[in-house]
């Protein structure tokens, strides 16, 4: 038998959308689906957003790619928005969430044997992360149903516990870098870290003169309701690795990082062909334009609050089935007593509701920021179907 064109890394369901419109899909054959996945945290805006749309084939029909030889005015003013927005100074802009972490893994690294400190390039990072799927950033991840099949990993790497600081004390030696963490933890099944972690982990970033690297690729640009989730709990990283929302819909991210923590990555260090083109910059401009203000970052609190609290409600109707509401903002989780797969199915194929499963039996809500009323209103009735009609699975 042959292999499928398609490298058959994905078990692909069989909804097959051909068409957005706004916080909907439309599959080849003809079904609508209401859209609470949003491409796993990406199409922040949708999928038929005016000002995205004309940007990209504004610039399309301009000037697409160039390389990086030459200067970028439509980089500087990313670079420049994004330095306004939040805690860095710098930039570097690449194509996905792994090759943001890869540089923001380079730039810890840098940062020390840039000094001459080289024996300082082990990162501590957390069981149940995700970081991304290139050698480097599995290596990151704990999760040997990533590495089967791809050993040896790099080295570099220390797991501990997730939200336990006392595992990070003594997880801290002569080899440590800093630490790379994300807030809140996607994949893993939407794992809020505590204030008092994320702050402890500051302090000691500070007193041993590490790197705290954060992984918002996930919880970045306005899906928590802050417009990067360390906001929320009144720190600053070092570093940070940013994508999925940030282009829309577009492959864009970045690796950011104030100047300090940028002191290793001179000229000639680090580079990607696209990173950064011309199109890209203005599918990034282009979602800034709607998202990087206060009166939305309000509305997405808001709306966050609203369906979290219709979670509240709706669990008490299912105590067999629901466990647990979690998250901030627009990324939330409902902590499943039953695996979260087959459900999350049963919500795609008989309600018309499209969301994610993830770890430690989570089923993972992440729609367009730009939901409004009437698709709140919309996925409650479905969700409310979907659990009275639910039959869990006899082995789940
Ligand atoms: C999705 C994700 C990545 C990887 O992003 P890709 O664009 O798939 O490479 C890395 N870290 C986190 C937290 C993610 O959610």
């Given at each position: 038998?042959?292999?499928?064109?398609?490298?058959?890394?994905?078990?692909?369901?069989?909804?097959?959308?051909?068409?957005?419109?706004?916080?909907?899909?439309?599959?080849?054959?003809?079904?609508?689906?209401?859209?609470?996945?949003?491409?796993?945290?990406?199409?922040?805006?949708?999928?038929?957003?005016?000002?995205?749309?004309?940007?990209i084939q504004d610039q399309a029909a301009t000037l697409m790619h160039v390389s990086n030889l030459y200067g970028s005015p439509q980089g500087e003013k990313l670079a420049q928005r994004l330095v306004d927005l939040t805690f860095a100074d710098t930039a570097f802009f690449t194509n996905s969430g792994a090759e943001a972490v890869?540089?923001?893994?380079?730039?810890?690294?840098?940062?020390?044997?840039?000094?001459?400190?080289?024996?300082?390039?082990?990162?501590?990072?957390?069981?149940?992360?995700?970081?991304?799927?290139?050698?480097?950033?599995?290596?990151?991840?704990?999760?040997?149903?990533?590495?089967?099949?791809?050993?040896?990993?790099?080295?570099?790497?220390?797991?501990?516990?997730?939200?336990?600081?006392?595992?990070?004390?003594a997880a801290i030696g002569p080899h440590t870098a800093g630490f790379l963490v994300e807030p809140i933890q996607g994949e893993g099944g939407i794992r809020v870290a505590s204030d008092a972690f994320m702050q402890g982990l500051r302090a000691l970033a500070d007193e041993h003169d590490l790197m705290l690297v954060l992984d918002?690729?996930?919880?970045?640009?306005?899906?928590?309701?802050?417009?990067?989730?360390?906001?929320?709990?009144?720190?600053?990283?070092?570093?940070?690795?940013?994508?999925?929302?940030?282009?829309?819909?577009?492959?864009?991210?970045?690796?950011?990082?104030?100047?300090?923590?940028?002191?290793?990555?001179?000229?000639?260090?680090?580079?990607?062909?696209?990173?950064?083109?011309?199109?890209?910059?203005?599918?990034?401009?282009?979602?800034?334009?709607?998202?990087?203000?206060?009166?939305?970052?309000?509305?997405?609190?808001?709306?966050?609050?609203?369906?979290?609290?219709?979670?509240?409600?709706?669990?008490?109707?299912?105590?067999?089935?629901?466990?647990?509401?979690?998250?901030?903002?627009?990324?939330?989780?409902?902590?499943?007593?039953?695996?979260?797969?087959?459900?999350?199915?049963?919500?795609?194929?008989?309600?018309?509701?499209?969301?994610?499963?993830?770890?430690?039996?989570?089923?993972?809500?992440?729609?367009?920021?730009?939901?409004?009323?009437?698709?709140?209103?919309?996925?409650?009735?479905?969700?409310?179907?979907?659990?009275?009609?639910?039959?869990?699975?006899?082995?789940?």
């Amino acid at each position: 038998m042959a292999i499928d064109p398609l490298m058959p890394v994905y078990p692909r369901c069989d909804v097959r959308p051909v068409r957005g419109e706004h916080c909907h899909l439309i599959s080849e054959d003809g079904r609508r689906f209401l859209d609470f996945a949003a491409g796993i945290a990406v199409n922040i805006l949708g999928h038929s957003h005016a000002g995205l749309i004309s940007a990209i084939q504004d610039q399309a029909a301009t000037l697409m790619h160039v390389s990086n030889l030459y200067g970028s005015p439509q980089g500087e003013k990313l670079a420049q928005r994004l330095v306004d927005l939040t805690f860095a100074d710098t930039a570097f802009f690449t194509n996905s969430g792994a090759e943001a972490v890869e540089c923001a893994i380079k730039t810890a690294r840098a940062y020390h044997q840039h000094a001459g400190n080289e024996e300082r390039y082990e990162l501590i990072t957390f069981n149940n992360a995700f970081h991304g799927r290139t050698m480097g950033t599995i290596s990151a991840s704990n999760q040997e149903k990533m590495h089967k099949g791809f050993m040896p990993l790099l080295p570099g790497f220390k797991y501990v516990d997730f939200d336990d600081l006392d595992a990070v004390k003594a997880a801290i030696g002569p080899h440590t870098a800093g630490f790379l963490v994300e807030p809140i933890q996607g994949e893993g099944g939407i794992r809020v870290a505590s204030d008092a972690f994320m702050q402890g982990l500051r302090a000691l970033a500070d007193e041993h003169d590490l790197m705290l690297v954060l992984d918002e690729v996930q919880t970045g640009v306005a899906r928590t309701g802050r417009f990067y989730a360390y906001e929320l709990y009144g720190i600053e990283p070092d570093i940070l690795a940013t994508a999925k929302g940030l282009g829309g819909g577009f492959p864009l991210g970045a690796c950011l990082a104030t100047e300090k923590a940028a002191r290793g990555m001179v000229f000639g260090t680090h580079g990607s062909t696209y990173g950064g083109n011309p199109l890209a910059m203005a599918a990034g401009n282009a979602v800034l334009d709607a998202v990087a203000n206060d009166v939305f970052l309000a509305s997405v609190v808001e709306k966050g609050e609203r369906i979290k609290a219709g979670l509240a409600q709706f669990i008490g109707n299912y105590p067999d089935l629901f466990e647990q509401v979690r998250g901030h903002g627009l990324m939330l989780g409902l902590k499943m007593k039953i695996e979260s797969r087959p459900f999350v199915t049963h919500l795609r194929d008989n309600h018309g509701l499209l969301t994610v499963s993830a770890g430690d039996n989570t089923l993972r809500l992440v729609p367009p920021l730009v939901i409004g009323d009437a698709e709140i209103d919309e996925f409650f009735e479905r969700l409310s179907a979907g659990a009275a009609s639910f039959t869990p699975p006899e082995n789940a």
